[in-house]
């Protein structure tokens, strides 16, 4: 069985620039969910897609977008990077169960850095 | 508002002692779920306990165990016995369900090292 995997492992921009990370969910989970966190913190939820529909959102700004395809894999979208978004942003998927009530596994992570 | 509170930043203790990991959280919600998530040097969250709402049974899984009390919203987590491959940051989770969808809590973590 695989596990949820994450590309690229990482990734440096500079500010102003765009980004997509991508994460492929593993077998049999149809839920995923993004996360940022930040050096020394917890993880942050950014977003949650169930069958490709948001089912959740964090507190971030419009500018962090996702998308969810039909095999599950999903992309997280950052535009107008800022210093701040420089992280390491964690990919979960659950398995075909509603959530928000099952454990999430996670992928290895992408670590951005904007310079 | 959700929150998890994870007050203990950093914890060293030599190996065999049992150790105790606190949570706190904080919740509007009557049905949620709580997790703990193990961090290694790696950075990938590892999974180690759900407990929901209504499920205040205590468990303990080999030197692991976990103690849920929502009189006082807490769930902490223990590990006895300890080693040297305990050593890593732990998370503490809540997940509920809003207005807005579902959202996932971490707290701050709490990094543990295991001295030889």
């Known amino acids: 069985e695989t596990g949820v995997t994450q590309s690229p492992t990482h990734l440096i921009k500079t500010r102003g620039q765009q980004v997509t990370l991508r994460c492929s969910s593993q077998?049999?989970?149809?839920?995923v969910s993004w996360y940022q966190q930040a050096l020394g913190q917890g993880p942050q939820f950014i977003f949650q897609?169930?069958?490709?529909?948001?089912?959740g959102r964090g507190n971030f700004p419009p500018r962090f977008s996702g998308l969810q395809f039909p095999n599950y894999s999903s992309e997280l979208n950052v535009n107008a990077l800022e210093l701040d978004d420089s992280a390491l942003y964690l990919c979960?998927?659950?398995?075909?169960?509603?959530?928000?009530?099952?454990?999430?596994?996670f992928g290895p992570g992408t670590r951005l850095t904007v310079l | 508002a959700q929150k998890v509170t994870q007050a203990q930043t950093e914890i060293s203790v030599v190996e065999k002692e049992d150790v105790t990991l606190d949570c706190v959280y904080e919740?509007?919600?009557?049905?949620?779920?709580l997790f703990w998530y193990k961090q290694p040097p790696s950075g990938e969250l590892v999974f180690l306990i759900r407990?929901?709402?209504?499920?205040?049974q205590n468990e303990i899984s080999g030197r692991y165990s976990w103690n849920f009390q929502k009189s006082t919203s807490s769930f902490n987590f223990t590990i006895t016995a300890s080693q040297v491959v305990d050593s890593a940051v732990y998370f503490c989770?809540?997940?509920?369900?809003?207005?807005?969808?579902?959202?996932?809590?971490f707290g701050t973590g709490t990094s543990l090292t295991v001295i030889p």
């Open positions: 979960a998927s659950s398995p075909a169960v509603a959530p928000p009530y099952n454990e999430q596994f």
């Open positions: 077998s049999g989970h149809n839920t």
């Open positions: 897609y169930y069958r490709e529909e948001e089912n």
């Open positions: 919740t509007r919600d009557t049905t949620y779920y």
């Open positions: 407990r929901n709402s209504f499920d205040e």
């Open positions: 989770a809540l997940s509920g369900h809003s207005n807005t969808g579902n959202q996932f809590y």
